[in-house]
């Protein structure tokens, strides 16, 4: 099983940038090779919505298309850490941000069910 801490949630103006980082750990001989790993966001009274995943099998592969051209992953396999960098973000990026993760198979998913492992989750509110 796989631990997700996130971090690097905040307060931000519209048009500011933000960069979560998604810290993994696991037991002896983990590696994020073996993983797919998501970041979802979800606002209160909604369902979680996919916004990007990685894995070895299919590389970057974006889920959310406000987020094209603005957010982006980066994997540190040594490091252990997903990070989604966030830029030009809007009021309506205001949600609770989690990321997750799948093996068995490894692939990449948009949907929350897809996934066994989750953080706790950071919060990002973007307003002037």
């Known amino acids: 099983q796989v631990q997700l801490v996130e971090s690097g949630g905040g307060l931000v103006q519209p048009g500011g940038s933000l960069r979560l980082s998604c810290a993994a750990s696991?037991?002896?001989?983990?590696?994020?090779?073996?993983?797919?790993v998501a970041w979802f966001r979800q606002v209160p009274g909604k369902n979680r919505e996919g916004i990007t995943c990685i894995s070895t099998f299919d590389g970057e592969l974006p889920f959310l298309d406000s987020a094209t051209g603005r957010f982006t992953l980066s994997r540190d396999i040594a490091g252990n850490t997903v990070d989604l960098q966030m830029d030009n973000l809007a009021q309506n990026d205001t949600a609770k941000y989690y990321c997750?993760?799948?093996?068995?198979?490894?692939?990449?998913?948009?949907?929350?069910?897809?996934?066994?492992?989750w953080g706790q989750g950071t919060q990002v509110t973007v307003s002037a």
């Open positions: 997750a993760a799948r093996t068995r198979p490894a692939y990449c998913g948009s949907a929350a069910f897809q996934y066994k492992s």
């Open positions: 696991g037991s002896t001989g983990f590696t994020l090779n073996d993983y797919a």
